[in-house]
């Protein structure tokens, strides 16, 4: 009897989640299948009613023997590594701080998550007029401090990249210092007490305490923020274009100048499956040491 009550809960259960698989399928499944079969065509947006032929792996060859797909790789890698770097250890210094707070840690977390919560395009217009070379904040401070102004951080070639980051870092760090801070939070206090008793000063406690106990939540910020860096679009876009020259090409706006610019949609959706297998294939590792931490 309690056998064929289960039997009729999982098929409940089953007839439940099924309108939302169907919805799922539709939205995410669908498109993604059609992505794939777009790439073995050469697909272009120019050729509306003429053939498309069907070219097999072509694509993804192409994929490897384009330069530019390098050089978009090269800029991506260097953003991801210096954004997520930096996040993670302002994140870790700031959360620390907002650890040890006794008042006004209410309000310090309410101003320290204000940047997260702007839309990245919003983001990337207000640092636009920021360090604007002639009009922005930044230059005319510097000016006024005697340092050197009139900095055009996103014309030159050297600086764009680094501008980029230094956008990315001032928005998402909130987040990493959200995670961990929560992390910080779910430490008994009875390992603190201990570790006074012991005579251990603050920065062994950090050592030794704090920072074993939030791997778990440094992987799920490594993992959130390294999905989210490698496939940077928007700000990017709206900063610089890639430009000047190719000097913060990245991944995502390759593949995006490639489909709606270049109107070569099946070798866009090459790329996209591209950027999808690579981050599927980041998510997995990340996912594996966070599994193998929690068996630890």
């Not at 060859?61 to 930096?86: C, H, K, Q, W």
């Not at 002639?134 to 005319?140: D, P």
């Amino acid at each position: 009897m309690s056998g064929r009550r289960a039997a009729r809960g999982r098929g409940l259960g089953y007839g439940m989640l099924a309108p939302a698989m169907v919805v799922l399928a539709a939205l995410i499944i669908g498109p993604l299948v059609y992505s794939g079969v777009l790439s073995a065509y050469e697909w272009k947006l120019t050729d509306i009613g003429l053939p498309k032929p069907f070219v097999g792996l072509d694509n993804y060859t192409r994929l490897f023997e384009d330069p530019m797909v390098r050089v978009a790789l090269r800029n991506t890698i260097v953003y991801v590594i210096g954004s997520v770097g930096a996040e993670l250890v302002l994140g870790f210094i700031v959360a620390a701080a907002l650890f040890e707070m006794t008042k006004g840690r209410k309000l310090a977390n309410a101003l320290i998550l204000l940047p997260m919560i702007i839309a990245p395009v919003i983001t990337a217009l207000l640092w636009r007029y920021l360090l604007d070379p002639q009009f922005g904040l930044v230059s005319q401070v510097s000016g006024a401090v005697g340092l050197p102004s009139g900095v055009g951080w996103f014309g030159d070639s050297s600086l764009a990249l680094p501008a980029l980051m230094m956008v990315d870092i001032w928005q998402w760090t909130p987040f990493v210092v959200l995670i961990l801070h929560a992390g910080m939070l779910s430490i008994g206090e009875e390992q603190f007490e201990a570790a006074r008793v012991d005579g251990a000063v603050h920065l062994r406690i950090l050592q030794r305490i704090v920072l074993p106990a939030i791997v778990p939540q440094i992987l799920l910020v490594l993992l959130f923020r390294t999905m989210d860096t490698y496939r940077i679009f928007d700000t990017v876009f709206v900063l610089t274009k890639g430009g000047p020259g190719t000097a913060t090409e990245t991944i995502g706006l390759y593949t995006y100048r490639t489909g709606f610019s270049y109107f070569d949609m099946g070798y866009a959706m090459a790329l996209s499956i591209f950027i999808l297998v690579t981050v599927v294939f980041i998510s997995a590792v990340y996912v594996r040491l966070l599994r193998r931490r929690e068996v630890l």
